[in-house]
């Protein structure tokens, strides 16, 4: 039962169209009998014709119907189907050069895929396709492939044009390959709004909803930290990853299982670490993570360490509240919080 107050919340969100509360809750406009998302751009309807849902199949039993504007069975910000098949088409065939009659079999053009992966990813569709090359290219050299092999495998013909083309986007030459970490970098949609993902082959690095303030630093801080270079791509980390905030959003997992790497002062570890005893279900006040560390009366650098968290969702750093039960800060928006521990409180009822 969503409380009276929450209810006005909600409302101020939506008339605000406060895109931190997307996918948070869907509201029900009893004089049209549409149901909407917190930023539906039409106009907005009385506090008294509003019914509030914390899901949509919530809206659709009692009896409402998608709003054509908003289209709330989507998740938000999720990838249209054109960005799908431009990737999928890219992991299939990374060598490719695109020409118009290759976007046309996808039904689409290069100025709308251009526009498209613009908004989603801040590139283009021919820089991600270039960057997934290049991506491709700088493993198989520093796999101790020939840079000759690199050069026509990724559709070079010539040697020149690939080495600049490298120099360009990796920011130095293929000799210096040897000496680069790689690491990659994928989108995942989820109820919440798009997620980035980072990390390396063995481990998983970085893990933010899109939409969290300062992400652009923390993730220039990451590459500096790690002496990586970062492109489009896949790696099992991040397949795993993908796979398990599936399950997780459906209440079908508790505990994450895909390999991490924590990088923080000692501190910041011991935080973050403690977080992870937090059970599903069940939340911590700061005072009781202090208590829990040996460091009593050190709540406000607990607190500073949860905002450093760099995986969202996997070291549960929503799970810490007020003394008085209040919910603080999170770097994903308190919506987004007081969303992820009703979640949970479910999942940890079921029986798995």
Not at 101 to 113: E, G, P
Not at 181 to 187: E, P, Q
Not at 244 to 255: D, M, W
Request: glycine letters at 8%.
């Amino acid at each position: 039962m969503i409380s009276l107050e929450l209810k006005k919340e909600y409302y101020s969100a939506l008339v605000a169209r406060n895109s931190d509360y997307d996918g948070t809750f869907y509201v029900g406009i009893k004089t049209t009998g549409v149901f909407c998302r917190s930023v539906c751009p039409a106009r907005k309807p009385k506090f008294e014709n509003c019914e509030f849902f914390e899901k949509a199949e919530e809206a659709l039993l009692a009896g409402f119907r998608p709003c054509k504007r908003c289209h709330p069975l989507s998740q938000p910000d999720q990838a249209p189907e054109v960005v799908r098949r431009l990737i999928e088409a890219v992991e299939q065939h990374p060598e490719k050069r695109w020409k118009e009659k290759d976007f046309r079999m996808l039904s689409t053009n290069a100025v709308q895929a251009s526009r498209v992966f613009k908004k989603r990813f801040g590139m283009t569709f021919v820089a991600y396709a270039r960057a997934r090359r290049m991506g491709i290219a700088l493993k198989q050299i520093k796999e101790k492939g020939p840079v000759i092999d690199a050069q026509l495998e990724t559709g070079y013909e010539s040697g020149s044009g690939f080495r600049d083309a490298f120099s360009k986007i990796m920011g130095f030459p293929p000799a210096r390959s040897e000496e680069v970490n790689l690491f990659k970098a994928d989108w995942i949609d989820t109820p919440l709004g798009p997620m980035v993902a980072i990390g390396g082959e063995e481990a998983l690095y970085l893990l933010e909803f899109v939409g969290r303030r300062g992400l652009e630093k923390e993730v220039e801080r990451l590459r500096k930290k790690m002496k990586v270079t970062i492109v489009p791509g896949q790696s099992p980390p991040l397949q795993s990853i993908k796979k398990e905030l599936g399950l997780y959003f459906k209440g079908c997992l508790e505990n994450f299982h895909t390999p991490i790497k924590l990088i923080g002062s000692p501190f910041q570890m011991k935080v973050w670490l403690e977080l992870q005893n937090i059970p599903i279900g069940e939340t911590r006040s700061y005072a009781d993570m202090a208590k829990a560390l040996g460091v009593e009366g050190a709540a406000r650098a607990i607190g500073r360490a949860n905002g450093s968290n760099q995986l969202a969702i996997i070291i549960p750093c929503h799970r810490v509240i007020g003394a008085s039960g209040e919910l603080t800060g999170y770097a994903g928006g308190l919506a987004r919080k007081r969303w992820l521990l009703a979640h949970e409180g479910k999942t940890s009822q079921k029986s798995f």
